[in-house]
């Protein structure tokens, strides 16, 4: 954040991934756009406040910690009722990482072009091979 300052956009993408210290983008006050796809390793009470991003417009949080996921809408809600673009998906419990953390077909889930019954059995099928392998 010392080296970006003026920075205006972040999108931070996991694989998934954890992050650590989510609570100093508060530091950027010029941040408009704020994206996160996959990310874990945070609560919603770490991530800043709505009146500590005053030029926030875009606020898009893809499959992240559900305790999070439910934080944050509840601190935003009446920025997003003022003009906020916000959206909130895929809030995952910690029992939904644990199975998925390295299933390759854990991105499936959501995605526009796959069924979510096709994305659930593809899903299922590779568990039930590693036990079956495990065996």
Request: proline share 6%; with cysteine.
């Amino acid at each position: 954040m010392q080296y970006y300052p003026e920075l205006s956009e972040l999108r931070l993408w996991g694989k998934p991934g954890n992050v650590s210290h989510i609570d100093s983008i508060q530091h950027l006050a010029n941040l408009q756009t704020f994206t996160t796809y996959d990310l874990f390793g945070f609560n919603g009470e770490q991530s800043p406040d709505p009146d500590q991003l005053p030029k926030l417009a875009t606020l898009w949080l893809t499959s992240l910690p559900a305790n999070a996921a439910k934080s944050i809408k509840t601190r935003y809600k009446k920025f997003a009722a003022a003009g906020l673009n916000m959206e909130i998906t895929k809030a995952r419990k910690p029992e939904w990482l644990a199975e998925n953390l390295n299933n390759p077909f854990r991105d499936w889930d959501g995605r526009d072009h796959i069924k979510a019954a096709h994305a659930k059995k593809a899903a299922q099928l590779y568990k039930q091979c590693l036990k079956e392998i495990r065996q």
